[in-house]
């Protein structure tokens, strides 16, 4: 009779149930710890995809930006200037202020 006490004994119970749920604790702590580690990997990935794309380092890469002026829009298509018209164009160290001399509209006429 005294060992199906010791059997049923309740603080034998929750001793058993504490370690229960200390391990998924800690299984929990785990899993936490890797979703941040491969949140934090990801992160990093896209943050040095993102630096590749910034227009500074694009300038550094040799690279310009060229606008109007003087409302600033970046010329993507020669159809959108004119001969004479003044634009900027922005390098890695600074910018310069050109006139429009001629226009190809074409990349076969270059």
Do not use: W
């Not at 309740?10 to 391990?23: A, H, L, M």
């Not at 990801?42 to 690279?63: D, F, H, Q």
């Amino acid at each position: 009779k005294i060992d199906k006490l010791m059997i049923n004994n309740p603080v034998r119970y929750i001793s058993i149930y504490n370690d229960k749920v200390n391990i998924k604790i800690n299984n929990l702590y785990k899993s936490i710890n890797i979703i941040i580690n491969n949140s934090k990997h990801k992160l990093n990935e896209l943050s040095a995809k993102l630096s590749v794309l910034n227009p500074e380092s694009i300038l550094k890469r040799g690279y310009s930006i060229t606008r109007t002026i003087p409302d600033k829009h970046i010329i993507m298509d020669s159809n959108n200037v004119e001969i004479a018209q003044h634009i900027e164009v922005i390098i890695n160290k600074g910018s310069l202020i050109c006139s429009v001399e001629r226009i190809i509209y074409g990349k076969d006429d270059i």
